[in-house]
Every structure is written in C-alpha cells, then in structure tokens.
C-alpha cells in the first residue's frame, strides 16, 4: 500500500490505473479504524480492482464543544489494519491541502431536507461539513464506487441525495452496521467507553430492536413506541437526543400507511454521543 499526502499525488495514482482500464472504490474515513471500517475495504475489493482509502478528520463537520481537537488519530495502526486488508492506496492529507484558502471562506455544499432533521437538528451544520468534505474527496479520487457504513444511515442518505441531485458519476453502496456480541454498533468513538460502559450502551440497539416487535405487533401507535423507549434509555443512564421512526425513503416521520421503515436514535452516554438504526419492513 502506497500512502501519499498530496492532491497532486493521489491524482497521478489515480490516473496511472484508471488508464489500465481498472476499476476504482473509495473508502472516506476519519480514521481510528475498526472492524467496520475494514469491513468497508473488504467490500470494496470485491467491487473493484483497486481501493483507495482517506483518512482526513474533518474540522467542518464538527460543531463548537465538540470533540475535534480530541478525535482519536491512529494514523500507524489504521496504516498497518489496511496493509493487512489489501488497500492500495492510502491518502492522508492535511487540513491545509483539504482547505488551503482556511475554513472562514470556504465554499460549502447544502443537502436540503435530509440534512435538516435528527443529527441535522441537533448538530446544526454537521451535513454541509460532511457533504463537501466528500464531495471534494470525490472529484479528487474519481472513483467508480463509494462505500460507507449503515450505521450513520442518514449520512448515507445525505451522500446518496447529493449524487443524485449534482450528477456525480459515482455508485455509492451501503456496507450494514457491524456490532460487537452484544449487540453495540462498532464506531471510532467507542473507545471513549470503558468495558463496563459497553455493556451497558448496548442497550441501546436492543431498544430498536424492542421497538421494531412493538411496531410490528401493532398494538401501540409509533408515538407510545417511541416516547416508551425514550423513557427506556434515560432511566439507563442516556441523554436521548432522538428515537425515531421514519420512512426509509426520505427520513420523513412514518405513518400507518408506510412499509420501508428506519428506526433511528442518538443518545449521549458517557462521553460518547452514540448513533444507531434498524430498517426494515412491516
């Protein structure tokens, strides 16, 4: 795997395979890798002949308080983990490179209506920042394919909106959530927890799961549901931000008449803000 940290130099990589005829994925991440990241990488090297993966912590995604400064960076380990996996390339720029007019003046991508609600709502700008941060990434990789986890389902959403809406000519493909044993969805942020901790945020994918049954059962209205589980978490020690039920097609609140549902929550919990989501039909 060749690690390059350059526009410049990720270009001409590029260019050298895509004039071979070879087909070219993308993985974008912030790093501090984990089993879903390479789970991503996995996907990606049975969709195409070569793999390019970023690691970038984007400062426009993050709102003030937030944990930018602090992010985990494991730039040796996540280097090692994609050896392992078979990337090819590795791109790892700087913010100067990402940004190099600075963040005050920068040209920003609005999503509307995906961006709006749930994570939007509650971390005001977090979607313009990630939608032109991959977007950028985008026109400087030009991949054929793009792959990025279910787990940050309405950044999906945001992605897929965009693509569609701006012409990109690129495939995006969700890989599902990967989880530890018990149930908690794999995330960079969860090494803020201890082992204890773990444990017990795990309780938060088995109230989708809680959720989902009730819904399906269809003896409560989706308001009890999800005011019930709300109740469920906060007497567990959370701070809900949300627990949702919404059409899988644009993330509007579900009503009886729909059949593709996500159910979708964030929650703080410890240290951590956590994210979640189950899909499925009724």
């Known amino acids: 795997m060749k690690t390059v940290i350059t526009i410049a130099q ?16 993308f993985v974008p ?4 890798l984990h089993a879903g990241h390479f789970r991503l990488v996995q996907e990606a090297k049975k969709a195409a002949d070569r793999v390019v993966v970023s690691i970038f912590v984007n400062p426009t995604q993050f709102g003030e308080g937030e944990d930018f400064g602090s992010y985990p960076r494991t730039i040796e380990k996540d280097s090692s983990g994609l050896i392992e996996m078979g990337a090819d390339l590795l791109f790892l720029p700087a913010v100067e490179e990402m940004y190099p007019g600075g963040r005050e003046l920068v040209t920003f991508i609005e ?10 709502e509650c971390r005001p700008g977090h979607f313009r920042g990630v939608a032109t941060v991959v977007c950028k990434l985008f026109n400087m990789v ?13 950044q ?4 897929r909106k965009m693509v569609k809406e701006l012409n990109i000519p690129i495939e995006i493909q969700g890989v599902p959530t990967v989880r530890e044993k018990n149930g908690l969805a794999l995330s960079s ?4 927890l201890s082992v204890n901790e773990r444990e017990q945020a795990s309780l938060l994918s088995r109230c989708l799961s809680d959720a989902k049954e009730a819904i399906l059962a ?3 209205s989706i308001e009890v549901i999800e005011t019930a589980q709300i109740e469920r978490l906060k007497e567990a020690g959370f701070k809900p931000e949300y627990f949702s039920v919404v059409r899988c097609s644009d993330l509007k609140r579900a009503n009886s008449d729909d059949m593709e549902l996500v159910i979708l929550a964030a929650a703080q919990f410890g240290v951590p803000r956590l994210i979640d989501n189950l899909s499925f039909n009724r």
Do not use: H
């Open 156 to 159: 999906l959403a945001v992605i």
């Open 29 to 32: 991440t912030m790093g501090n």
């Open 10 to 25: 990720l270009r001409a990589e590029v260019q050298g395979w895509r004039s071979e005829g070879e087909r070219i994925a």
């Open 111 to 120: 999503v509307p209506g995906v961006s709006e609600m749930l994570c939007g």
């Open 189 to 192: 942020r969860n090494g803020y």
């Open 218 to 220: 269809g003896k409560l």
């Open 142 to 154: 030009g991949p054929d394919l793009a792959l990025f986890g279910e787990k940050d389902f309405q």
